[in-house]
C-alpha cells in the first residue's frame, strides 16, 4: 500500500505565486481525505485509484471552500482587497475544474457524474442552512448538523462505491469525523469572543437568552466585553470541549467494531489530534 501524500500532490495546483500573494486559501480537508484515502486503499478493485480519488474530491472540496471564502458583499473597493476576491472566485473553479481533467485523463468518467451531482446537492445544503440563518431559525444542534451534512455530502458520494464489509461503515465513520471536527474548530471560535457569529455558541445562546442579551448578540456592532461576559454565563466553551469527548468516544466505541483492526488501528491514528486536544490541561479542566 503507498503511504499517504494527497496534501503533497494538491500542492501542484494550490500553490500558484499569484494565489499565494494576492488571496488566502481554505485549509486542506485532512480528515476525510485520509479516511477516504484509508477506505479506498482497502477496496479490492479501486485500490489502485485510491490516490486519484481522493486527490479530485480534495481539490473539488477546496474548490467549494474557496468560494465560501468570497464576500457576499463588494463594498470594499481597495485594490487589494479586490483583487482577492476575484482571485478567490478564479482559484475555486480553477481547483474544481481540475477534477474533470484529472478523471477523464484517467478514464474515470462515471465518478464525474457522482462528483458533480454531489456538488450540487452540497450547494442544495448550504442554500437551506444559510435560508435558516438568515431566518433565525436555527438551533444549536441543527447548527452542527447541518454543516456536517454540507462537510461530509461530497465524500458519503463514494458509500455505493465502497467495499461490501465497509459499506455500512463508511457513512457512519465519516459523520462522527467530520463533527470531531466541526466541534473542534468550534472550541477554537468559542475562545475568541471576535467570530462569535453564526457558531455553534451563537445559536445556542440565542436559545438560552434573556431577550435583553439576545438584543447584544445580533446586535451590529456589539460590545465585546459584555459578549465575552454572556458566552461565560452559558459555558459555551466547557459544553463544546464535552460534546467533543462524548463524539470521540463514540467514534473509538464504532471503530472497535470494524472487522478490519488494521483498518480499525490506522483510522484510531487519524484521530489522534482529536485526543492529543482532549488531554491538554485545559480540555481536562473543562470536561
Known sequence: MNSYRIPEMARKYMEYDMIQAHTDLPHFPEFRTRLLYAFLSRHSTLSGYSELFSLVTSLVQIGMDTHDLVSITNNDKEMKAARSRQLKVLAGDYFSGRFYYL??????????????????????????????????????????????????????????????????????????FTQCEVILQEISRSETAQQYRDSWGYWHILQQATKEECKHMQADEPDFSKLRSIWLKYKITPQLYQML?????????????????????????????FMRYLSTPKALEEI
Open 103 to 176: 478523471l477523464s485523463h484517467a478514464e474515470q468518467v462515471n465518478l464525474v457524474g457522482v462528483l458533480s451531482n454531489a456538488i450540487c446537492e452540497v450547494n442544495r445544503l448550504k442554500l437551506n442552512l444559510y435560508q435558516l440563518m438568515k431566518q433565525l431559525k436555527m438551533t444549536a444542534d441543527d447548527y452542527i448538523n447541518q454543516v456536517v451534512e454540507v462537510r461530509t455530502r461530497l465524500y458519503m458520494a463514494f458509500a455505493g462505491l465502497m467495499e461490501d464489509s465497509l459499506h455500512s461503515a463508511w457513512p457512519e465513520i465519516l459523520s462522527l
Open 245 to 273: 469527548n462524548v463524539c470521540m468516544k463514540q467514534l473509538q466505541d464504532k471503530l472497535q467494531t470494524l472487522e478490519s483492526k488494521e483498518l480499525g488501528k490506522e483510522l484510531l491514528s487519524i484521530g489522534e489530534p
